[in-house]
């Protein structure tokens, strides 16, 4: 690779003048027009990429994000996956380099967060959910100088003084909800495993002068396995009870609660159409191509880079939250 020393052997000129140059900070420095030109295109011609080590020494930064990734959702459901692939892509964007770290308890997350004031991070992302301990230490963390953006699955940040990038969970719930309604359905259970989401799919019944019937709202609270859902459906149809529609809170219990009217004799969606939250991967391969609501994480991820540069740019700007739209993957299901 060419350096600043073969562009001023070349040119016959002084390595201090390539430099100021190449990174455009010329100061008193006089020189040719036709001399500057001429070094930026030998600079081309050989090839010549600036040390990204040297450029973050220049500007007292390390070009290195720390993010550490609480382990969210189901297994199988690709959550962190698609949170981890959004947040890596736009950490490129911007030249950053990731230092990520997917931790399975507090007693890690903290082990990590002690790292962080050691100057080698910029600033840090941290997703999915943190415990209050956790929360003490991010806020000593940002009162030293740390800038921090959450990527969590809710809509209000933890702290002001940490910007969060999230997930309305009662728009979730909504949108779930919305489009059975749209659909035809007319009595719908609900799986009751968040109350938010729970809410959201409320709101859309009572707006459509729908009755939201206490007898087919299921007791799940966060319950969002296969056997929730199959034990929602088995109970319902046990008590005689009849419905067109069915919201479930993961994709999981949409699956079972699927499993269970196909195994009782009922048509999905002829006889009851389905909607599951998460879109996971296998929604397509479910025993009925299920619909989905999923939390776009992948632009939660892409988002909480954004933020964070702009945290790490411009400290003394605020930042305000914002929530990313989820959307809905519409399948046989429905």
């Not at 940040?157 to 035809?184: C, T």
């Not at 929730?228 to 529609?245: P, S």
């Not at 079972?256 to 879109?279: E, K, S, T, Y």
Request: aromatic share 4%.
């Amino acid at each position: 690779m060419a350096t600043l020393r073969d562009i001023a052997a070349r040119l016959g000129v002084s390595e201090s003048l390539v430099s100021k140059v190449l990174r455009g900070r010329m100061g008193t420095t006089k020189a040719r027009p036709e001399l500057i030109e001429a070094i930026r295109r030998t600079a081309e011609e050989l090839g010549y990429a600036p040390n990204p080590a040297a450029q973050a020494l220049v500007r007292g930064r390390q070009d290195v994000i720390g993010v550490f990734l609480r382990m969210v959702g189901q297994g199988g459901t690709a959550q962190n996956e698609a949170l981890a692939k959004g947040i890596l892509a736009q950490a490129r964007r911007h030249n950053q380099r990731l230092l990520i770290n997917f931790c399975s308890d507090d007693e890690e997350m903290q082990m990590l967060c002690s790292l962080v004031g050691r100057n080698i991070l910029d600033g840090l992302i941290v997703g999915g959910f943190v415990r209050e301990e956790i929360f003490r230490e991010l806020l000593r963390l940002r009162a030293e100088g740390t800038p921090i953006v959450t990527a969590m699955t809710g809509a209000a940040p933890l702290s002001p003084e940490l910007p969060n990038v999230g997930i309305d969970q009662r728009q979730v719930g909504r949108l779930a909800a919305a489009h059975l309604v749209e659909r035809g359905c007319r009595r719908i259970g609900l799986l009751c495993s968040m109350d938010e989401r729970t809410g959201g799919c409320r709101d859309v019944l009572g707006a459509a002068g729908l009755p939201v019937c206490d007898e087919l709202l299921w007791p799940a609270r966060y319950n969002l396995t296969h056997r929730a859902g199959a034990e929602a459906v088995e109970h319902w149809l046990d008590g005689g009870l009849a419905f067109d529609g069915l919201v479930a809170q993961s994709d999981e219990q949409a699956v079972g609660a699927m499993n269970a009217l196909v195994n009782r004799g009922l048509r999905v969606p002829d006889d009851v159409r389905v909607v599951g939250i998460d879109d996971a991967p296998y929604c397509d391969f479910a025993i009925v191509p299920l619909t989905s609501v999923s939390h776009n994480l992948e632009a939660v991820g892409r988002q909480a880079v954004d933020m964070l540069m702009a945290a790490i740019e411009r400290p003394s700007e605020p930042l305000k939250s914002i929530c990313v739209e989820p959307m809905l993957h519409v399948r046989a299901s429905s």
